[in-house]
Nanobody
Framework: VQLQASGGGLVQVGGSLRLSCAAS????????MGWFRQAPGKEREFVAV????????DYANPVKGRFTISRDNGQNTVYLQMNSLRPEDTAVYYC???????????????????????WGQGTLVTVSS
């Protein structure tokens, strides 16, 4: 699966953005999809994950209630709707696909970036105060 993330930009505190991750190639609908982010000077961290059919999701605590992950298998796209954005949400956001893994959601493994097979190039989100 090849991934292309988009939708990042500059937004004020309290604003919203929707990130998209378009996939090409085989196996998208059979892949669990995740969003991670990396802030300057920090390691990449888990944000959200969604099951293959989109029926199960999990979120990192800092984004629960503000972010929503969804997918459209007909369009080979996964989304991250981000509301009530905060300065600490500033980061490069990456989408990843996990096709070969067999973990359930939620699980600790779903939150490890090493468990994902393919990555998009990242899209920058900057939240200004």
């Amino acid at each position: 699966v090849q991934l292309q993330a988009s939708g990042g930009g500059l937004v004020q505190v309290g604003g919203s953005l929707r990130l998209s991750c378009a996939a090409s190639g085989r196996h998208f609908s059979n892949s669990r999809m995740g969003w991670f982010r990396q802030a300057p000077g920090k390691e990449r961290e888990f944000v959200a994950v969604i099951s293959r059919l989109g029926s199960v999701t999990d979120y990192a605590n800092p984004v629960k209630g503000r972010f929503t992950i969804s997918r459209d298998n007909g369009q080979n796209t996964v989304y991250l709707q981000m509301n009530s954005l905060r300065p600490e949400d500033t980061a490069v956001y990456y989408c990843g696909s996990a096709y070969y893994q067999r973990w359930n959601i939620p699980s600790d493994r779903a939150k490890e970036d090493a468990e994902y097979d393919s990555w998009g190039q990242g899209t920058l989100v900057t939240v200004s105060s």
